[in-house]
Nanobody, 121 residues
């Protein structure tokens, strides 16, 4: 059973920053691309960012380009989402995602439990 464990959500003012983290077992981490999705109230879950297995390539939704940065530390089996310049419309539950052998952009094999991010205006 693959488990993705997230942390780092919270409440922040507009313009502020948060960093999300997601960890899994070493055995799993070395075989999966990692990413983040989010779901706002009343909306569908949407792609936010993804990174390849070796961390060399990153992908972003247009709405977060230039503000969010995804990275992975293969020594710590952890993926991060650094969120800067947060806006109220970034408020959502953020889900860590993993896909076997590829970045999770249009397909996800494993989901985390989600962490709430709230941006106040």
């Amino acid at each position: 059973q693959v488990q993705l464990v997230e942390s780092g959500g919270g409440l922040v003012q507009a313009g502020g920053s948060l960093r999300l983290s997601c960890s899994t077992s070493a055995r799993t981490f070395m075989t999966v691309g990692m990413g983040w999705f989010r779901q706002a109230p009343g909306k569908e879950r949407e792609f936010v960012a993804a990174v390849t297995l070796n961390g060399d390539n990153q992908f972003y939704a247009d709405s977060v380009k230039g503000r969010f940065t995804i990275s992975r530390d293969n020594a710590k089996d952890t993926v991060y989402l650094q969120m800067d310049g947060l806006k109220p419309e970034d408020t959502a539950i953020y889900y860590c995602a993993a896909r076997r052998l590829a970045p999770p952009r249009d397909r996800v094999d494993y989901w985390g439990q989600g962490t709430q991010v709230t941006v106040s205006s």
